[in-house]
């Protein structure tokens, strides 16, 4: 309901406005004051969208009450009423942004008229200022999904450079600080702390949150040019594990990696993330990568940390006869540098951990490794270390066995059938029963290309299809195939396409008015 106030001090001029406005636009509500003073008064507890003043009125002038009224509610729209015109009136109205303005006598027609024409203004405003909410709340519900992907694509895959340079700018994060991971681990059954997690994170500004698998939530951290690299992650380490309520808080843990220049990097981070992470019995329930404890120094040029980092990759590449050679290559540096061997068998327990997690981020739910028994020489730790692993890899080849061997066809096809919603990989994740992290090392290693570059490609030829109907605006291709901001799908556009759409379109209608005319 659009509501209107007048403003005279005569009485019968108020009336005989209400009942001329009443007749006229019977849907709005009017109310009354006979003064500028009360007015003002009644604008704060009534909240008008439009006010027709008297400029004359005994103690407050009526441009003086639209003055005063304007500067607290600037979307108050005004006309004037007035029993003379000047030009004094009309430049002072003007400044002072009044619509229009009535003299008195005036029929009711131009009444109505001159009214309605500034009440069809509120209503267009009201569908605009709408629509601008509703895009702004589309695109806040697609940047929520954009954001878990574009962390999956940088932790295990490449985002292609427009998707990064535009998805930066509109999750409204300077790309040009450092950037670190974070790993939180939650304990088996508090998975539902996943919202109140993203939550937090969403609250500090600080990074982008990445999609929930097994128990484990990888964060994407922008570094704080005004603190220092440890006191950002620590406080926003508390900050996480404030999450959890004092009973659900035992199991909770965050591995904290190193700061990096460059996105491109930020994968070597989140695998150091992990690594911090390792034992979560730890009394401190969280730890930087750079505190974790060093076995051993280098070896052929490499870290004992780089070691570790290459042998997480190994098992996700399903390397698992190489995966058994660096196990047990571990084992033999900790024998030949006299580790004590419960020292050692901790250690490998640990990397062992990491070996499930990164199956689990797979979609492999393998079961927890622990040791059966205290290793009494390093010869029974080879063994079940051994023993350990090759569970692993027994879980590993029955998972792979279960997936359907169109899986990837399958996870392709509802792509293109969908591409203009607002799927994510953790969309397909749950149609397939796969984790989205695997979906994006699988599609890239069986296709050959990106999930986001597809998904792209399909909406982009999509948008080609719908531009030769001249009846949709740009506008409405943008939204139709499912991107939610005209300038970011322009940007892509001109990225793929080397031309812009408006150029495209031009060109393709020119060429289809060529063959009409033939």
């Given at each position: ?30 109310e009354q004051a006979k003064n500028g ?203 996480l594990l404030s999450v959890a309520k ?273």
């Amino acid at each position: 309901m659009i509501k209107l106030l007048i403003v005279d001090d005569e009485q019968i001029e108020r009336e005989g406005l209400q009942a001329i406005l009443q007749k006229g636009f019977p849907g709005i509500i009017i109310e009354q004051a006979k003064n500028g003073h009360i007015a003002i008064e009644l604008t704060e507890r009534f909240q008008p969208d439009l006010i027709l003043m008297d400029i004359k009125m005994p103690g407050m002038s009526g441009l003086e009450a639209v003055e005063r009224i304007s500067t607290e509610y600037p979307d108050i729209k005004f006309i004037m009423v007035t029993a003379y015109d000047s030009f004094d009136f009309a430049r002072k109205a003007i400044r002072l942004g009044v619509k229009d303005y009535l003299l008195k006598p005036s029929k009711a027609g131009e009444i109505i008229a001159i009214v309605g024409k500034v009440l069809q203004e509120i209503e267009e405003e009201r569908k605009t200022l709408e629509m601008n909410r509703f895009e702004r709340d589309t695109l806040q519900r697609a940047l929520q999904v954009v954001e878990t992907d574009v962390v999956t694509q940088l932790l295990f895959d490449h985002v292609h450079e427009v998707h990064l340079d535009e998805l930066v700018g509109l999750l409204g994060i300077k790309a040009s600080n450092e950037k670190f991971a974070i790993i939180v681990l939650l304990p088996s059954g508090s998975e539902g702390y996943y919202s109140a997690v993203k939550s937090k994170v969403r609250q500090t500004g600080s990074g982008w949150v990445g999609a929930l698998y097994g128990r484990q939530i990888p964060i994407i951290v922008f570094r704080d040019p005004e603190k220092s690299f440890r006191t950002q992650a620590l406080t926003l380490a508390r900050e996480l594990l404030s999450v959890a309520k004092p009973a659900a808080g035992t199991g909770w843990f965050v591995g904290i990696g190193s700061p990096y220049d460059s996105l491109d990097q930020i994968r070597q981070s989140y695998q150091e993330a992990q690594i911090a992470a390792m034992d979560s019995t730890l009394p401190v329930k969280y730890r930087f990568f750079e505190d974790t404890p060093v076995l051993g120094v280098a070896k052929d040029g490499y870290s004992a940390k780089q070691l570790e980092k290459l042998f997480f990759e190994k098992i996700r590449l399903g390397e698992w006869n190489q995966v058994h050679t660096n196990l047990m290559e571990f084992i033999r540096r900790y024998e030949n540098e006299g580790v004590d061997l419960l020292q050692a068998q901790q250690r490998m327990l640990e990397l062992l951990w990491i070996a499930s997690r990164v199956l689990l981020e797979m979609g492999v739910e393998a079961e927890m490794p622990l040791f059966s028994f205290q290793a009494q020489d390093y010869r029974q730790l080879y063994a079940e270390s051994s023993l350990l692993l090759d569970r692993m890899r027994e879980s590993f080849a029955e998972y792979y066995d279960r997936l359907e061997p169109d899986t990837i066809q399958q996870i392709k096809q509802f792509i293109i059938e969908h591409s203009h919603e607002d799927i994510s990989l953790e969309t397909i994740g749950r149609r397939v029963g796969l984790s989205p992290f695997y979906i994006s090392s699988m599609f890239k290693d069986q296709l050959g290309i990106n999930y986001i570059d597809f998904l792209t490609e399909c909406r982009i030829d999509r948008a080609k299809k719908l531009m030769g109907d001249p009846d949709r605006s740009l506008k409405e291709i943008t939204f139709e195939v499912g991107y939610h901001d005209p300038n970011y799908f322009s940007k892509v556009f001109k990225k793929m396409c080397d031309v812009s759409p408006t150029e495209y379109r031009k060109t393709l209608l020119g060429k289809r008015e060529k063959r009409e005319v033939q």
